[in-house]
Each structure stands twice: as C-alpha cells, then as structure tokens.
C-alpha cells in the first residue's frame, strides 16, 4: 500500500479531528522553530488547534465534546506530532487530563468542561507531591509539581496531592495511599520558569506551584478510587494504560516524520567526492527499510491493542490484568521502537543530520527526552513480565 493510499484510508476510518490535524500540518511545522526557542508552543497556535475542535475529542458528550474512541484519541496525538513534537506533547496531556472530567462530580465537570469548543484546557501532574489537610467546606493543598506540561495555556491545573487524616495520610483500605489529583483554577497556579531541556523544547514543561490554596469539596478526582460518572467505552479503558498510550503516541509522531524527513533529505544528499544522493546508496536503503519496519510494527501492535481493549470495554467486560499488561507492554515497546528507528535515520544522514538546519537533530533530541517519562519507561516493562513469570501480587501491579 503505498503511502498516499495508506493516509486517505486512515483519513476515513478516522474521527474528523484526523482531516483536521492533518490539513493544519503543514501550518504547524512551519513554525516548529519558532515553538523550540519559545519552550512552549505560542498562544495563537493553542487557540487555533482549540476553535478546531482538536482538544475537545476526550471531553464527555454530556458537555459537548466529541467523545471519541480511544484509539481516536491516539491518532489525533500522533498526527499532531508529526506535525511538531511539542504540539502533540501539549494535545497528550490536555487530552488525557480532560478524560478525568468522566470521574468528577457532575456539577464540578460541567463547571470546569462545559465551554463546549473552545474547550477548558486543563493539565497538570498526578504525582502526589502536594500536602493537603482536611478545611470547612473543602481541602487546603500546598505543594510544588514537575513537568507542567501546557500548562501556560490552562484555565485548570491539576496536582497529585497526599490529604493529611491524623498523624498519617488518607489510604484505601488496601494500605496504598490516596492520591487526590485536584483541579486549581489558574490564578491560584505559580508557574515557574525553569524549563531549559535538550528535546521537547516547546512543551513548556515547567514546575508550577501552590500555596494554601483551597479546593472545594469535590473538585478532585481520586486515582483508582472515584467513581465513574460518564460511563462510556472511552472512560472505560484503564487510565495508566490509556496515559501510557497516548505518551507512546508522540513518539509515533516523531518517528513518523523523522522516516519521512530522512528519505527527503536522502533523495537530496551528495556526499562529498560522490556523485550520487546517498538514496542510491544499498546500506541507506537497508537504513530506512529497518527504521520503517520498526515504526509500522510499533504503531500496530499499539493500535491492535488499544482497538481490542475498546472493544471489549464497548462490551462491557471487564478488562483483565493481561489485557492492562498488554497495554503498557504495547506503549513501551512503541517508544523504544521509535527511539531505534530515529536513531537509524539519523546516523544514516551522517554530518547532515546533526546541522541546525536538519530536523532529523530536533527528532533525535526529542524522542530521547521522550524516552524519559516514566510511563514508557522500562520500568512498566519489567513488571509486565514480573507479572507474568511471578503472580499477580507483584508490587506496583496497580499501575498497570
């Protein structure tokens, strides 16, 4: 199938979000410079992508959103990475934080969701190093965060938070503690600016801060502990599973390009004393069938997943803990992949590629920075296969 048939297929099986990721492609890398020497992706780009209806594809129908499957979802991320990095970065979060809207309260999601498009922009970070202690009326929180991804953009933020109960801290009845991930209106956020990186340049992932900021009853969501209220396939699917996938999704993107990129540049390429591109050259051609085959088998095997679990969560059964290793197994595997196959292309492009002028060196600093989240890490690989060897009382197997 050739590439052009490929993408007028996905085009069609596709939510209309794809069409309009992929028509604004061109207008978004046209200024992926621009996004890297900001260290965040510019206002006007956020606003544009927003009115398009692009950020509205996880928001619950009830407040207007399209509501799409989750492997929707994820084909929105990874054509909007293609386009820049740091634009499918920001949709990553902005998406997978709107699927919590599922989880709060009625009243709280249709005040904090229901703008319809443009939609609320809401992001943050699940790890619980925000304190919280128990106030009338609500909960106060202070506390400090990491990789505030988008956030520049946000009329919500959202921060992991440990609630004090007596001498301890709030736990299920299992021991594990309860992480309240709670939603803080902007103006209560600090934004700190201390985001400098290799790759990812643009996501403006910076540290932000609270101070005694009260949250109202409710407006919180609790990890693995609130109930459903927007039950759909979409809000079904496991939530680390579906966060791990969709950051497995911006390196698709990247890969994706960085192939595309590559064979341009090879098409265009004499090396010095030659008189042929290198696109003639056998070892180049072996370097780009190799990377391509990796991105193709990386990118099936994490959709086949994810459109097997939203089938079965469409059934209503109940996905298993295979089906939730598959899943983390599916991201990780997609991101190492990737990161092997921008490798390949790069170091095929010799001196070129390191240029700052090539953007095989911006794919290449990107999806290392990528490789870095813990959610695709190597980590959710070993204890998939920890689970698999051992039982299922492995520590940490919540995550899956």
Request: net charge negative; proline share 4%.
């Amino acid at each position: 199938m050739s590439q052009v048939t490929a993408l007028a297929t996905e085009v069609s099986d596709g939510p209309p979000e794809l069409a309009t990721a992929i028509r604004l492609t061109d207008e978004i890398s046209a200024r992926s410079e621009e996004i890297d020497q900001a260290r965040r992706v510019p206002a006007d780009i956020i606003a544009k992508l927003n009115s398009e209806g692009l950020f509205n594809v996880s928001v619950p129908a009830a407040f207007g959103g399209a509501e799409r499957s989750a492997l929707d979802v994820l084909k929105v991320i990874e054509q909007l990475a293609y386009a820049d990095s740091a634009v499918g970065w920001s949709a990553m979060i902005y998406l997978t934080t709107a699927t919590t809207a599922a989880s709060l309260t009625p009243d709280w999601a249709a005040k904090i969701y229901g703008k319809g498009i443009p939609s609320s922009l809401t992001a943050g970070a699940t790890g619980p190093t925000g304190r919280g202690k128990k106030v009338d009326g609500g909960i106060e929180v202070t506390g400090r965060w990491a990789w505030g991804s988008g956030t520049h953009h946000c009329d919500w933020i959202c921060g992991g938070t440990l609630v004090e109960d007596g001498d301890d801290i709030m736990r299920f009845p299992s021991g594990d503690p309860m992480v309240h991930v709670m939603f803080f209106e902007r103006d209560q956020v600090h934004l700190h600016d201390n985001w400098d990186p290799s790759g990812l340049r643009g996501t403006g992932s910076v540290d932000f801060e609270v101070n005694k900021a009260f949250v109202p009853q409710d407006r919180w969501t609790i990890l693995g502990g609130s109930k459903r209220h927007f039950d759909s396939p979409l809000y079904r699917v496991p939530f680390f599973g579906l966060f791990a996938s969709a950051v497995a999704s911006v390196p698709l993107g990247i890969a994706r390009r960085a192939v595309d990129d590559f064979a341009e540049l090879a098409r265009k390429k004499v090396p010095m004393w030659k008189k042929q591109t290198i696109n003639e050259s056998s070892l180049v051609q072996l370097d780009l069938g190799r990377a391509e085959a990796l991105v193709e088998g990386a990118r099936r095997y994490l959709f086949d997943v994810m459109s097997e679990m939203s089938d079965k969560v469409a059934r209503n059964e109940r996905p298993t803990l295979d089906d939730r290793r598959q899943m983390r197994l599916a991201a990780s595997h997609a991101t190492i992949a990737c990161t092997q196959a921008v490798d390949i292309v790069y170091n095929a492009g010799g001196g070129t590629s390191a240029l700052g002028t090539c953007s095989l060196q911006r794919h290449f600093r990107d999806i290392h920075t990528a490789t870095q989240h813990r959610m695709v890490s190597n980590q959710p690989v070993q204890l998939a296969g920890a689970v698999r060897l051992t039982n299922e009382n492995v520590p940490g197997v919540a995550m899956l």
